[in-house]
């Protein structure tokens, strides 16, 4: 769609940033295409096949924000057949930490609706596949996109084998991931909402993952952890209104590389937002080399009234 802030330029100069500087001496893959039946590890044959055949059909509008058109299937397949191969890789061993530069994004599909830029959760179908058929037992989703990840939660909302921990900007679109939705059933406490105000910059941000995001993953044990990493939380982005720099993201990285050490996960990370070419670039080229294990740490000064806030809530299910 003309104007669309979603455009292929996004990854084109993320590509040649990337080959700029020989790969940050990453191991370059192409992504292989997702099955219809990897999708329908999370989503519905409704959802799957209207996809399909809208466009086969030439395409068209499925919401106000998300069109798509003939190629669109193809790039859908091989995106959450991307993010399933970042899985397999890592949970063979071949690596610690792995990214996958892909579009369209995942994190906002639902089990049976497409919506906000997203056809399929790319993540999500990463995730399922890991536990049913890669022999991973539980799996750690964060997603630190600014906006809400509504369709990883809804798609997890019931499940204790996957921890989903969202840290996004609110009140903002799509309006979901208030902080006192904590899951249902057997997934009441493993489906964590962490809402920061317009505004918030890397001491809020750093804070919540240090003194509540780690802790969390700490106690969850996962086998797998995988980053729905959008980069939309950057101050220059247009989308949203918080404040991070490049190296704000590095550290939230950094933080998370060493949780995966910790309890000996692997960390994937699966691109979702970032809508400012050169914010995107920036805050990559400062994210990768920390998740492959440039840096240290460096703690959060203080722990913020917001992480204190979000560990009181935590506690009939967590010892943080």
Same mark, same amino acid.
């Given at each position: 769609m003309p104007g669309h802030p979603d455009t292929p330029e996004r990854l084109i100069r993320v590509e040649a940033a990337l080959a700029e500087r020989d790969w940050l001496g990453m191991e370059r893959r192409q992504a292989p295409a997702a099955s219809e039946d990897d999708l329908g590890l999370v989503h519905s044959d409704r959802l799957i096949g209207s996809i399909r055949d809208l466009c086969h059909s030439g395409g068209g509008r499925i919401d106000a924000d998300t069109a798509v058109g003939e190629a669109s299937w193809e790039a859908a397949l091989h995106a959450a057949g991307g993010a399933c191969e970042l899985a397999r890789a890592l949970l063979a061993g071949e690596d610690t930490a792995g990214y996958c530069a892909i579009r369209p994004s995942g994190h906002h599909a639902e089990p049976d609706r497409a919506m906000g830029f997203c056809l399929f959760d790319n993540v999500a179908v990463a995730a399922a596949l890991a536990i049913d058929r890669l022999g991973a037992q539980r799996v750690m989703i964060l997603d630190w996109d600014v906006h809400h990840g509504n369709g990883t939660e809804a798609i997890f909302r019931d499940r204790a084998d996957v921890l989903v921990v969202n840290v996004h900007q609110m009140p903002l679109y799509p309006g979901? $991931?208030?902080?006192?939705? +904590?899951? %249902?059933?057997? #997934?009441? #406490?493993?489906?964590?909402?962490? /809402?920061?105000?317009?505004? %918030?910059?890397?001491?809020?941000?750093? %804070? +919540?993952?240090?003194? !509540?995001? !780690?802790?969390?993953?700490?106690?969850? *044990?996962? *086998? +797998?952890?995988?980053?729905? &990493?959008?980069?939309?939380?950057?101050?220059? *982005?247009?989308?949203?209104?918080?404040? +991070?720099?490049?190296? %704000?993201? @590095?550290?939230?990285?950094?933080? !998370?590389?060493?949780?995966?050490?910790?309890?000996?996960? /692997?960390?994937? &990370?699966v691109q979702e937002g970032g809508y400012e070419p050169a914010a995107l670039v920036d805050s990559?080229?400062?994210?990768? /080399?920390?998740?492959? $294990?440039? #840096?240290?740490? !460096?703690? @959060?000064?203080?722990?913020?009234?917001?992480?204190?806030?979000?560990?009181?809530?935590?506690?009939?299910?967590w010892n943080l």
């Open positions: 979901t $991931g208030a902080a006192a939705q +904590l899951g %249902s059933g057997e #997934g009441r #406490g493993f489906n964590v909402n962490l /809402p920061v105000p317009p505004g %918030s910059g890397e001491e809020t941000w750093l %804070s +919540l993952v240090e003194h !509540v995001v !780690v802790p969390l993953g700490e106690r969850f *044990d996962p *086998d +797998l952890i995988l980053i729905s &990493a959008g980069f939309d939380a950057h101050r220059a *982005d247009p989308l949203a209104s918080c404040e +991070l720099e490049a190296e %704000s993201f @590095a550290r939230m990285a950094r933080q !998370v590389r060493e949780l995966g050490a910790r309890v000996g996960a /692997p960390v994937g &990370a990559l080229l400062a994210t990768l /080399p920390a998740l492959a $294990g440039e #840096g240290d740490p !460096v703690p @959060a000064a203080t722990e913020s009234p917001l992480a204190t806030a979000a560990r009181e809530r935590l506690a009939p299910f």
